[in-house]
T-cell receptor, first 113, second 114 residues
Framework: LAKTTQPISMDSYEGQEVNITCSHNNIATNDYITWYQQFPSQGPRFIIQGYKTKVTNEVASLFIPADRKSSTLSLPRVSLSDTAVYYCLVGDMRSGGGNKLTFGTGTQLKVEL | DAGVTQSPTHLIKTRGQQVTLRCSPKSGHDTVSWYQQALGQGPQFIFQYYEEEERQRGNFPDRFSGHQFPNYSSELNVNALLLGDSALYLC?????????????FGNGTRLTVT
């Protein structure tokens, strides 16, 4: 399973763009990159998933360079409610891959006024 | 469309006792995974069930066992509870056969062992 490394914590202010980078040097060919958000005493919530280049949805963008050894989650114009732990996961999402995702300790994002 | 539901939300047990946690997957999902999350840590994979069988298992002792029913719901059983088993237990469901099927998590069961 590919190991991921991400910053332990980040601070930002409301209205700013936040970029959280994750390193996954030993990512395998069939691995996808998935980001989750978790608030205290709640389960992780799916944010975005990608395989290569750029993926965008209504809440975030995910940038993946050609070598796929890292990825960057971009949160545009954060608000106080974005204060949470963000997890970067790498795993084989194919049928039979088992979705046995490995969570690290995540990045604690704190957004202030 | 109901998401993943877990019961109970909180539970207090004594060391040595046994506990059963329950999970109903998101509608349309057929695969259930269980995770243990200690305070301040990321979730740790316990095992996954598909077609009523344990398909994958993480680094957890045999005291942790599970079951999946024909309606895809699942139970997690922990025997001979230890103080270190105190954690948030998360259930996640997904759709087998969906190539990009992300996990959908419930809000967990907070287990306290005294």
């Amino acid at each position: 399973l590919a190991k991921t490394t991400q910053p332990i914590s980040m601070d930002s202010y409301e209205g700013q763009e936040v970029n959280i980078t994750c390193s996954h040097n030993n990512i395998a060919t069939n691995d996808y990159i998935t980001w989750y958000q978790q608030f205290p005493s709640q389960g992780p919530r799916f944010i975005i998933q990608g395989y290569k280049t750029k993926v965008t949805n209504e809440v975030a963008s995910l940038f993946i360079p050609a070598d796929r050894k890292s990825s960057t989650l971009s949160l545009p114009r954060v608000s106080l409610s974005d204060t949470a732990v963000y997890y970067c996961l790498v795993g084989d999402m194919r049928s039979g891959g088992g979705n046995k995702l490995t969570f690290g300790t995540g990045t604690q994002l704190k957004v202030e006024l | 469309d109901a998401g993943v539901t877990q019961s109970p939300t909180h539970l207090i047990k004594t060391r040595g006792q046994q506990v059963t946690l329950r999970c109903s997957p998101k509608s349309g999902h057929d695969t259930v995974s269980w995770y243990q999350q200690a305070l301040g840590q990321g979730p740790q994979f316990i095992f996954q069930y598909y077609e009523e069988e344990e398909r994958q298992r993480g680094n957890f002792p045999d005291r942790f066992s599970g079951h999946q029913f024909p309606n895809y719901s699942s139970e997690l059983n922990v025997n001979a509870l230890l103080l270190g088993d105190s954690a948030l237990y998360l259930c996640a469901s997904s759709l087998e056969g969906g190539p990009n099927s992300p996990l959908h998590f419930g809000n967990g069961t907070r287990l306290t062992v005294t």
